[in-house]
């Protein structure tokens, strides 16, 4: 999950607790906080980080059902 520290839709404690219910019920999840960014990227920093975390995440499932 990638997830915005000053998110005012979605709070990262409410983040957390998807993290928390997706891995009790087995499922891989990771949660990735980004300082200073809302609902939504705005930084070039985050908008390159958040891609390259789509982007292992893709190559981890897909290599796992090939």
Do not use: C
Request: proline share 2%.
């Amino acid at each position: 999950m990638l997830h915005g520290e000053n998110d005012p839709i979605v709070l990262v404690e409410q983040a957390a607790r998807m993290l928390e219910a997706v891995r009790e019920n087995g499922g891989r999840a990771e949660l990735h906080v980004f300082e200073g960014e809302g609902h939504g990227w705005r930084q070039a920093t985050s908008i390159r980080k958040a891609l390259e975390l789509e982007l292992e995440w893709y190559q981890a499932v897909l290599n796992h059902t090939i």
